[in-house]
């Protein structure tokens, strides 16, 4: 399942991009997730909860960035595991930055998703919606935050 | 996992202010989802004793309340939904198979809001209400604004649907469901809930639902307001199915593709439209 | 946190006898108990997923699906089985019907069949094939048999007195 999409935000690149590499900036504005770790500079562990309907699931996850190229381009890959729930979940990510009209940047990412295990049963069509729908929240969060860091000075 | 089976109302939404409680109805869903080990709930709350939830009624004033325990075969055979009311019927009708419908219930399918579920769209088309009870009280939602996201809705932790309230449907007004599956029986493809009243080539009633094209069913109510006290001719139908299109944003699923979904959604409406004129005597 | 599952003592009413169940956790369904503590394996566990019909049963009356009931829901119950179609070493009508129709090809999908079709001979009076057809949709056969399976039912429909 592939996933792409792209915003703006209302301040530079480099700005932006230290924001997005920072990991308490990333988990404070992606949505479900309980708490993030930085094992190294390039290997994350998160806590991340989804809820689609009734169904619940919490993944123990690694971020790992395999490729980057400040402050333009990072790839990374995402692996989560449910605790003992038999569902596994895979995300290879690239993200690109690049300079908007107005001086903001442009932010877009590509992700493409795979689940297995219980949850793999479910649709793909609602998945994709759902995945969809907690980008953009995030991006409208990052937004927030580097905005908000910008007029704190 | 704990199993309770309250008697009441009262009861029902005591035992569901446990972290991890859940209804259970028909268990055509959750027992489903139970055994692909999609939930397990930490209490099941059975609502099979509670006989309030199972009764529906007419009042006077020809507004129908249907209990939520009441079956999809009960609400295919409810005489008491009359005129446009009986968009209702001909949904629960087109659920899934004979059995599946002798065990789903009006609450149960609207509490887990599939997308492409029957009785949204019929529900958001008859201006129904679903009367909720919680730990605060009870309150009425209009089911345009239960629906909120996919799978998800106006419910808070800890409530329950009571009933589902009809408004009375304005006299020779008429009600249809048609739903487009892959066969009798599976969930839609698109589907398209409609209420329509016409006088002398004036419309008097109109309210179109489409379902399964999105995460809640599309209806636009300025559109039809507009459209109210003159003809529906083609080019009236084309404002309103282009209007919903805005707010279609249907999935790409086993069942079709969402630009599939797209194209046959507005030629369903205008079909829909079509018959329902016949049915009222009234040409195009 | 799932905890130490609080099972319950059952008695259900199968086939008009009652029938008592030592242990039933909360999310073991008809089928599991039917099958497993009872012995009764005509109904079959198909997709446990509500969509095949090989499962089944009649509950007050009516053709249900015994692997989305739970157990501990159905106390209280008038359960038939495909066992308890006839009295034991005798054939249904239904299923004389099916036997002579040959309407039958592994047998997997036929006593959910026989008990839809029970439910519509109720009716008593002779089917269409279309009737039947509606009455049988929520049965699939995964030998495809239906054309004699509906064949049979409507002639057992017309049999009736
Ligand atoms: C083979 C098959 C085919 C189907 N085809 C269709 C179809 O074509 N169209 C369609 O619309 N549906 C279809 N369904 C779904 C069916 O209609 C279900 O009956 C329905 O979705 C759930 O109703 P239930 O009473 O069984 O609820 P349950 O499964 O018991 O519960 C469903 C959810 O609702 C909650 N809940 C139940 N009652 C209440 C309440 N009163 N208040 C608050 N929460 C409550 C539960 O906690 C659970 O989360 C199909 C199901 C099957 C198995
Ligand atoms: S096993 Fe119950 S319907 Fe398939
Ligand atoms: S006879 Fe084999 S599944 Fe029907």
Redesign the pocket.
């Known amino acids: 399942m592939k996933i792409a999409d792209s915003f703006v935000v209302a301040a530079p690149v480099e700005r932006t991009w230290r924001a997005i590499r920072d990991p308490q900036v990333v988990g404070a504005c992606l949505p479900g997730c309980e708490e993030i770790e930085a094992v190294s500079p390039t290997l994350y562990r998160a806590r991340i909860g989804v809820k689609l309907g009734?169904i619940a699931a919490k993944f123990a996850a690694e971020v790992e960035v395999l490729e980057e190229e400040p402050p333009v381009r990072v790839v990374t890959v995402t692996r989560g595991e449910e605790g003992g729930r038999a569902s596994n979940l895979r995300s290879d990510n690239i993200l690109t930055l690049a300079p908007a009209d107005d001086g903001g940047t442009r932010v877009s990412y590509e992700a493409d998703m795979t689940v297995t295990g219980r949850l793999g049963k479910f649709g793909f069509g609602v998945m994709k919606k759902k995945a969809q729908s907690l980008a953009s929240e995030f991006a409208g969060n990052l937004e927030a935050r580097v905005n908000e860091a910008a007029s704190g000075g | 996992m704990e199993f309770v089976r309250p008697d009441s109302i009262e009861a029902a939404v005591a035992a569901l202010q446990a972290e991890g409680a859940?209804?259970?109805?028909?268990?055509?869903?959750?027992?489903?989802m139970m055994n692909a080990d999609l939930v397990a709930p930490e209490r099941l709350v059975s609502?099979r004793d509670v006989a309030a939830?199972r009764e529906a009624s007419r009042r006077p004033d020809g507004t129908v309340v249907i209990g939520?325990?009441r079956r999809?075969r009960e609400t295919a055979e409810e005489t008491d939904l009359r005129d446009g009311q009986r968009v209702l019927r001909e949904a629960a009708a087109?659920?899934?198979?004979p059995p599946?419908r002798n065990?789903?219930?009006i609450?149960?399918?609207c509490?887990?809001a599939?997308p492409?579920?029957?009785?949204p769209p019929a529900l958001v088309a008859a201006d129904a209400r679903f009367a909720l009870a919680g730990a605060e009280g009870r309150r009425t939602v209009p089911a345009g604004d239960f629906f909120r996201d996919w799978y998800e809705t106006a419910?808070e932790p800890g409530?329950?649907?009571e009933s589902v309230i009809l408004p009375p449907a304005p006299a020779g007004t008429v009600g249809s469901y048609t739903k487009l599956?892959r066969v009798a029986?599976?969930?839609?493809i698109a589907s398209v809930a409609l209420a329509l009243g016409m006088d002398g080539g004036a419309c008097t009633h109109l309210a179109v639902a489409v379902g399964a094209c999105g995460p809640v069913p599309a209806r636009r109510r300025d559109i039809e307001a507009e459209l109210l006290g003159g003809p529906l001719g083609n080019a009236e139908i084309g404002r309103l199915t282009d209007a919903l299109a805005e707010a279609f944003d249907p999935v790409d699923d086993v069942r079709a593709s969402a630009g599939y979904r797209r194209r046959v959604a507005p030629r369903m409406v205008r079909q829909a439209i079509g018959e329902a004129m016949q049915k009222l005597g009234e040409t195009q | 946190m799932t905890g130490e599952p609080v099972t319950l003592p059952v008695t259900l009413r199968v086939n008009g006898a009652e029938r008592p169940v030592a242990a039933v956790a909360p999310w073991t369904t008809l089928l599991t108990v039917l099958r497993d503590e009872l012995g009764l394996t005509g109904a079959k566990r198909g997709c446990n997923?509500?969509?095949c019909g090989a499962c089944t049963v009649m509950i007050d009356g009516e053709p249900v699906?015994s692997c989305?009931s739970l157990a501990l829901n159905c106390t209280g119950r008038d359960i038939v089985t495909v066992e308890g179609l006839a009295p034991a070493g005798a054939l249904a009508p239904v299923q004389q019907a099916l036997a002579e129709g040959n309407a039958v090809q592994c047998g997997f999908c036929t006593p959910g069949i026989l008990i839809s079709a029970h439910a519509l001979l109720r009716r008593n009076a002779p089917l269409s094939v279309d009737e039947v057809r509606a009455g049988l949709s929520g049965n699939l056969c995964r030998c495809s048999g239906y054309k004699k399976i509906v064949e049979a039912i409507v002639r057992a429909s017309e049999a009736r007195p």
């Open positions: 009734p | 859940a209804c259970l109805a028909g268990g055509a869903t959750l027992v489903a609502l939830l939520a325990m999809h087109q659920i899934a198979n599946v065990m789903g219930t609450g149960g399918s509490a887990f599939d492409a579920a029957d009785y419910l409530e329950l649907i599956a029986g599976d969930f839609a | 997923q509500g969509v699906r989305l």
